[in-house]
């Protein structure tokens, strides 16, 4: 299965610092996914890199693809309590996404 | 816009009972997903659609899920007889085709299954 791992499954830190999340995959993928999901909503669209791109930016996201080591990650800068929530990588592969456990992230004020 | 669309939020029922969940995807959108999200198997693929055709149903657990999809502006999955493990949240989400396949996909607040 080419289902995403996240990494770490919690993460707990303080408001202003930075947020990393790394992400596993098993298969060659047309793109990979990021999604947000607060307490009891749906799955918001963050950010997505294509397979051949190796860095994108999206305000105070940064997501990095490692094709060789099939590896992700999400970096949050200057995390706010409202980041504060669920966080899933999923790897595309042909017409589906596959989602991970996610991590949780959670931001102190 | 109006996001994807989901009823019930919320669904409480005794177990034996046939359950139907409802979506209403975004318009222009012509693919839907069904999931279904657990604390001990995550975020799973039920089945999906496209173009109102459904294209796999492997995530699909057994045969008292069946899942429709009518026209481009409604689906239905359904559980009957529905029993207590059933229990979680469902969520629906939609694609545009776009180009090259990179089109996110966009989730409505899902419903929140109870069976008791």
């Known amino acids: 299965s080419q289902q995403g791992e996240e990494d770490p499954q919690a993460l707990s830190i303080q408001e202003g610092e930075n947020a990393t999340m790394n992400c596993s995959y098993k298969t060659s993928i047309n793109n990979l996914q990021w999604y947000r999901q607060n307490s009891g909503r749906g799955l918001v669209h963050l950010i997505l890199?294509?397979?051949?791109?190796r860095e994108k930016h999206s305000g105070r996201l940064r997501v990095t693809l490692d094709t060789s080591k099939k590896s992700s990650s999400l970096l949050i800068t200057a995390s706010r309590a409202a980041d504060t929530a669920s966080y899933f990588c999923a790897p595309r592969a042909g017409n589906m996404l596959t989602f991970g456990g996610g991590t949780r992230l959670m931001v102190k004020p | 816009d109006a996001g994807v669309i989901q009823s019930p939020r919320h669904e409480v029922t005794e177990m034996g009972q046939e359950v139907t969940l409802r979506c209403k995807p975004i318009?222009?959108?012509?693919?839907l997903f069904w999931y279904r999200q657990t604390m001990m198997r995550g975020l799973e693929l039920l089945i999906y659609?496209?173009?109102?055709?459904?294209?796999?149903d492997s995530g699909m657990p057994e045969d008292r899920f069946s899942a429709k999809m009518p026209n481009a502006s409604f689906s239905t999955l359904k559980i009957q007889p529905s029993e207590p493990r059933d229990s979680a949240v469902y969520f629906c989400a939609s694609r545009s085709q776009g180009t090259a396949g990179n089109q996110p996909q966009h989730f409505g607040d899902g419903t929140r299954l109870s069976i008791l």
């Open positions: 659609f496209n173009n109102n055709v459904p294209i796999d």
């Open positions: 890199i294509r397979s051949n791109e």
């Open positions: 318009s222009g959108h012509n693919s």
